[in-house]
């Protein structure tokens, strides 16, 4: 009888055993099915979930790219994160899709992809979806909240984790309420370059970031799809960390009391947490960071004309915003055969808008259209330009546009913005959708980064975001650093956004300041930096220094690209890019470092049988050029802080 029972016993042992064995079998099967890789099976991302902590990692061909990494979201005000339960996960399905750019590397693009959705909920009973999608150039990712009632997220425990051999090139955060006027953060920082991954900045560090990984891999993160319902993030990490965690902007950035935290009336996305992967080329050919943003908004894109705009400013400063200033840059831009001319702050008291209107129709006889500047108002900061407190409200917007429209304006370049929080982000919108419905162009300035709105808001034409020429222009040190910030930023801020950097100072600045580079590294500034409206640092007086072939280049040059070559270079040392126009091909370089750089290039896929080429000649600001067949031209020398441009047809 004892006999009979332990047999029993035994027998009920071994089925439990058994059914732990399946159970375990069938999670580690579940665990090793949790995953997607990209069309050509180089990218792949695994999704676990151990001990209630949902995880990630990405490889790139046999190589660890994110090594394992948070995930997840906390709705509870302590930030505190709660055990989640793996529910189950869809198929994977394909994505394509095809949009047009008017403002980047490529005009028309076809994104494919394959996408997934990972569902997952807590003891709660609250629900989350992860959703990925992984194409061939990264990695996109976003949370789903489904919900019937107010969603808010006070933290998130996203991560990219790296190899510690890693090394990388990071812009810090800017301190809020410091700077100009309490006007930062505005990404106005130079970059932090070959920095061992675990270095940490107490702001964060802005995006995009870039990182290259053992065996000259490179991995770029940033965000896209951000609305109105989630604030601007940025990465941090913690000294000696290699894990870099999505933080939230500093509680000082915001425009109202609670406006800074995620927050919606009912079901959320989060932004896309976007991670392009490959060779530095594949990186800079890439479009992800618009490829995961909505489409557009516009009913009617006709109004977005991208081109090149005069602008006193630049080189004159306050004192050039008066009436007769301006016509004589409308004159400028007229001769040069740009698009535009802006007239920047205080417009309205040292003109005014019955004498703008005059200007708006000798400039529109002229050909050319007129972009005003506003000051964003507010209590964020204490800039007393003006025009202020035309666009804090809807009906004001309106009745601003309206009359903006009435007077033949073009569009509008809008300063001083407060920040990343969430209501600052929503009131960058509202302006873009009153301008859309106004037809009115949009620059934005002392501003945070786009992170992919030039696909959504097609008329968002520029966004300065950048420490840009400007500040050469007030400082000697930044005019000594030109050459090496100015070769970081393709690899970074204008991957995929564009840039207002308001490139090209071909003669001299108008101050005790010395460039350092030479005219034709600036020449080149105008081909490789993309911005929808392309803001030239010269004036007249400046123009009428350089040869008439650097003129007459500077007046045929393209305002809109159709496709993008990148042909060589290192963040911060050198590139070389060629992008195409029509049937035209314009090669750009320009050398970062303080010795001179031969490059070799490769024309034969190009199949041109004439080449044009522009480079640094023999004076300090002097100019040479060449023309014959690609052939023979194909061994170009940058002088330190050199450049060239080149036209094959």
């Not at 290259?212 to 940033?222: C, K, R, V």
């Not at 002229?366 to 204490?382: E, F, Q, R």
């Not at 490769?602 to 480079?615: D, G, Q, V």
Request: with cysteine; glycine share 8%; aromatic share 12%.
């Amino acid at each position: 009888m004892q006999h009979q029972y332990l047999n029993r016993c035994l027998c009920l042992i071994r089925l439990q055993l058994t059914g732990i064995v399946i159970l375990l079998a069938t999670m580690a099967s579940h665990a090793q099915s949790s995953g997607i890789s990209s069309p050509d099976k180089k990218i792949s991302v695994a999704v676990q979930l151990a001990d209630g902590k949902i995880t990630w990692q990405a490889t790139y061909g046999n190589q660890p790219v994110i090594l394992p990494s948070s995930l997840g979201l906390s709705t509870s005000p302590d930030g505190a994160s709660t055990p989640w339960r793996f529910d189950s996960s869809s198929a994977i399905t394909a994505v394509n899709e095809k949009y047009e750019l008017f403002t980047g590397k490529k005009s028309r693009i076809n994104y494919q992809a394959n996408r997934r959705t990972f569902y997952f909920r807590n003891a709660a009973g609250q629900r989350v979806q992860l959703i990925y999608q992984v194409s061939n150039d990264g990695i996109g990712f976003r949370y789903f909240i489904p919900a019937r009632d107010t969603v808010r997220i006070y933290n998130e425990q996203t991560t990219f984790t790296f190899d510690t051999a890693t090394r990388a090139f990071l812009q810090p955060m800017q301190v809020a309420k410091t700077g100009f006027e309490s006007t930062n953060p505005a990404y106005e920082e130079n970059y932090r370059q070959r920095i061992p991954v675990t270095t940490a900045s107490p702001s964060g560090w802005a995006y995009p970031a870039l990182f290259q990984l053992p065996g000259n891999t490179w991995a770029l993160i940033t965000e896209a799809g951000l609305d109105g319902t989630y604030c601007a993030t940025r990465l941090k990490n913690e000294q000696l960390s290699p894990a870099f965690r999505v933080a939230f902007p500093d509680p000082r950035e915001t425009m109202e009391a609670d406006g800074l935290l995620p927050r919606a009336i009912d079901s959320m996305y989060t932004p896309w947490r976007v991670i392009n992967i490959g060779s530095i080329k594949k990186i800079m050919e890439s479009t992800l960071g618009t490829d995961l943003a909505p489409s557009s908004v516009l009913r009617d894109p006709r109004f977005v004309i991208p081109g090149k705009a005069s602008w006193s400013w630049i080189m004159s400063k306050d004192d050039s915003i008066v009436y007769s200033e301006q016509k004589r840059y409308i004159d400028f831009a007229a001769d040069m055969r740009w698009k535009y001319c802006l007239i920047d702050a205080n417009w309205d008291r040292n003109i005014g808008y019955d004498r703008i209107r005059e200007l708006a129709t000798y400039a529109g006889n002229k050909k050319v259209g007129l972009l005003l500047w506003y000051n964003s108002a507010g209590n964020w900061n204490t800039v007393k330009m003006t025009p202020k407190d035309k666009l804090l409200t809807h009906q004001s917007r309106q009745q601003e546009f309206a009359l903006l429209k009435d007077m033949g304006i073009k569009g509008i370049k809008v300063d001083f913005f407060g920040g990343d929080g969430r209501s600052v982000i929503q009131y960058y919108l509202d302006i873009l959708h009153d301008a859309a419905e106004a037809g009115l162009l949009v620059n934005f300035h002392g501003a945070t980064l786009p992170r992919g709105w030039s696909r959504t808001y097609p008329h968002l034409v520029t966004t300065e975001g950048v420490k840009g020429f400007e500040m050469i222009t007030f400082n000697q040190r930044d005019a000594d650093n030109e050459a090496n910030h100015a070769t970081m930023l393709p690899f970074t801020r204008n991957v995929f956004d564009p840039m207002d950097f308001t490139p090209t100072n071909l003669y001299k600045i108008q101050s005790r300041v010395q460039r350092k580079t030479t005219g034709a590294f600036e020449l080149a500034t105008a081909v490789i930096y993309l911005s929808g409206i392309q803001h030239i640092a010269e004036s007249p007086a400046g123009m009428s220094q350089v040869p008439p072939y650097v003129k007459q280049f500077l007046q045929q040059l393209p305002d809109r690209w159709d496709d993008v070559q990148f042909m060589e270079g290192y963040p911060g040392k050198y590139i070389v890019i060629a992008r195409r126009a029509g049937k035209k091909w314009y090669i750009a370089g320009i050398n970062g470092e303080n010795t001179a750089r031969r490059v070799q290039l490769n024309l034969s896929s190009f199949r041109s049988s004439k080449a044009t080429c522009i480079r640094d000649g023999e004076a300090t600001l002097g100019f040479a050029t060449e023309t014959g067949k690609p052939a023979a031209i194909k061994n170009i020398e940058m002088k330190a802080a050199g450049g060239f441009v080149m036209v094959l047809e």
